[in-house]
Structure formats: C-alpha cells, structure tokens
C-alpha cells in the first residue's frame, strides 16, 4: 500500500501520541493499581469510580474538561503556560493526555487485576525472610505481575489508538500537529473523493488495534503461566 | 523456656480469636480441627496480621504490644515461615529462594547452606523452578527457605498436610533430624496428632479461636 505524506504523518503521529500516553501513565497506573489491590480506605469505591468515570463518559465531556483544566486559560494549564513553559491545547502532547486519560482506566483494571491473582502470602512470606516493602514490591509482585502489567499497558495503547472525542475536543484535528488516524479519517468523511483515503486509513487502523488485543491476550497467557507453581 | 508468650484478642469477620500460650523449650504443637484458629496464630506472630489487642514475645523479645503501641513489622520479627503449600516464589530457582531471606538482609552466605540442603536432601533441586518440584519436594526447599533467613522461632503451618500420605514418611524424618540439629524454637501446626505426637514437647490444643487446655 502507497500511503500518501499526510497519511504517514497521521499513522506516525497516533502512534507517537500512543507511546507517550502509555510510558506517561504506567507508573501513576501501576501506583493506583497497587493501593486499590493492596489497602482499604473510606470512600475507596468513589475512587474507583472516578478512574473508570473516562469508560462512560462522553468523551466529549471528557475531552471539554480537559480543556477547562489544562486550556492555555485553564485552571491549572494558565500555570502551566506563565511558570514552566507547557501549553498542551492544541498540541501533540496534549493529544497524549486525552490518550492517557482515556486509557487509564483500562490500565488500571489490566494491572490490578493481576496484583490481585498473586497470592498475598507470597509477599508475606517475602516479608517474614527479611525484605522491606519496597523490596518485596521490586522482586516479588511486580515481576509476578508483569506479564498483566504490560497487558494493561499494551490495551491501553489499543485505546490510545482509536482516541477521537476527547482528542478532538481538547486538541482539535490539526494537520502535522494533532491530526491522528480517527481525527483524520474524521475529516477526510467530510471532503468529497475521500473514500480511497477513508478505507486505506481504516484498513491501518483495524490492524494496529486487533494487532495490540492479540499481544494483550497473548500476555495475559503468559501470566497465568507464570503463577502457576 | 523459648521466651515465646502469645496471648491476643482478635476480630476478623465472623471468627473471634482469644489465646494465651506459652512456648515450650523446642517443638510447641498447636493442635486443633480447620478452622480453629491455627494459621491465624501464625500469621499474628509472624507479623502478617496485627491483633486488635495483646502481646507477644518472641526468644525473650516484645515484638508487639498493644499497651505500648509495639509493633515490630514481619521483617524485623525473625520468624522462619513454612506455608502449607509451601508457597516457595514461582519465579525464581530453588537456590534463588534458599538465599533470599540472606540477598534481603544485605547478609553473605550463609554458613549453614550447605549442611542445610543435605538434611533436606534438596542438592539436587537447587537449579530447579518451583513447578518441576513435588509437594514434598517443594515442602522441603520451603523449610530450608525458613531456616536460612536465620530466624529466632520457626513456624510450621501444616507443613505436610498438602502432601500425600507417602511423602509425609519421607519430611517428617528431616523434621526430627532439624529439630536435633538447630537449636531453634519451633511451632508446629497440624490438625493430625500422629504428626503432632512424634514431635512435639508441648501440645496447645485450640477450638474455634480458643485454647482447650495446655
């Protein structure tokens, strides 16, 4: 398949904006994953609503918050901008943070789902042989976790993928700035004589996205392999 | 005397735990049907669970007491820990979870390791992952684990009962040759008194969160 300069330019971008997503919030994922696994507290369940709140949103909304909170005027993004230099609005990097926000609540569930497989008792058995939490953390939960650790990653990079409504709404569709695979072929639906283009974008599109569920079940295979004593 | 003394008070769900024991000089029994108590006795000296009220005193140490606020956390206690599944770390080689309680301490080899892994009979295991072991095998590597992190009192929770009748003949022998060659204080719990009778100095018997007599 020939694609043309602005259609690699889209394909490069989501997956730039995927990457930075997923590395951006993997350890703010795997930390919230850990104390939902491993702690209660009053008013837990409202936490956990509110990390899954992206999952049955509009993304629309989500996407208008974003901009309320981190816009160039907003409430913590006019700091953003006057103090260190960062305006995320209409950029790529503030594509990223629609991605990652989407994202998270998958990766979130991906990982917690797997500190909760890992028998408590082996950490406590890591414990009783002398080693501080920190310790236990590094050499027994988390590589025993890491195979759903990275299939929480890898989902939500399948997320980050197909991020539209809450892209749109926080960065726009700029060509060569935020323009990704959805956005575009958003816009493109709107030329006429854009049909070719439409199917080749989708046809990428189909194929990163089942191509990640498949590295994600695949992982996933490989964890409950790794417990198995 | 062991120096342990166990008395605690504690509420986890349904089940009330109220006990007071002391330690015999090398093997104390904790004798009792499922359900009585037993692991969770293990678990609050080994500092995994924390009684709602109590005391207790491990080789003549206060490792935690509510009238002060003591609570000394599981690493520092100085418990061997054997789980009933043994619950060896499936990531890692037989050598690798023999000397993890010494890689965590910062602590070199230790001297026993050898002497250690011929008593359990265990030296041909050493490279092996945990999954390519037997129950008895794995029970064995899960002992020696225990006892090379140095440990002041060593815990037994049912260290047989996950391995078939066979395999029992072949730990229990080790046990009573551990117990003559390290000098340490060991609790043992089981729901079977033929196990219990063979080694055991002292029998704390114990019924839906109390003790029976002692």
Known sequence: MDFTPEEWQAIWLTLRVAVVAVVGSLPFAVAVAWVLSHTRFPGKILVEALISLPLVLPPVVTGYALLILLGRHGIIGQFLDRDLGIVLAFRWTGAAVAAAVMGFPFMVRGIRLSFDAIDRDLEGAAATLGAPAWLVFLTVTLPLALPGLLSGAVLAFGRSLGEFGATITFVSSIPGETRTIASGIYALLQTPDGDAEVLRLCAVSLVLSFGSLVVSELLIRAGQRRLAQ | ?214
């Open chain 2, 1 to 214: 005397m062991s120096g342990l003394e166990f008395s605690a008070r504690l509420a986890l769900g349904d089940f009330r735990l109220d006990a007071a024991f002391e330690g015999a000089e090398r093997v104390t029994a904790l004798f009792g049907p499922s359900g009585a108590g037993k692991s969770t006795i293990l678990r609050l000296i080994a500092g995994l669970l924390r009684p709602d009220e109590g005391r207790i005193v491990l080789a003549g140490h206060t490792v935690f007491d509510s009238a002060t606020g003591l609570n000394l956390p599981a690493r520092k206690r100085r418990v061997g820990l054997v789980f009933q599944d043994g619950l060896l770390f499936p990531h890692m080689s037989v050598r690798q979870n023999l000397l993890y309680g010494p890689w965590a301490r910062r602590a070199p080899k230790p001297a026993a390791f050898d002497r250690t892994v011929e008593i359990l009979d265990i030296a041909k295991l050493l490279d092996r992952a945990p999954r390519r072991l037997s129950g008895g095998e794995r029970q064995r590597a899960a002992i020696g684990r225990a006892l090379l992190s140095d440990p002041a009192v060593l815990l037994m929770d049912e260290p047989v009962s996950a391995v078939d009748q066979e395999r029992r003949a072949e730990i229990l022998p080790h046990l009573a040759s551990l117990t003559q060659e390290f000098p340490i204080p060991m609790i043992y719990v089981s729901h079977a008194i033929e196990e219990v009778e063979r080694l055991a100095d002292k029998v704390v018997r114990i019924r839906d969160g109390r003790i029976q007599d002692s």
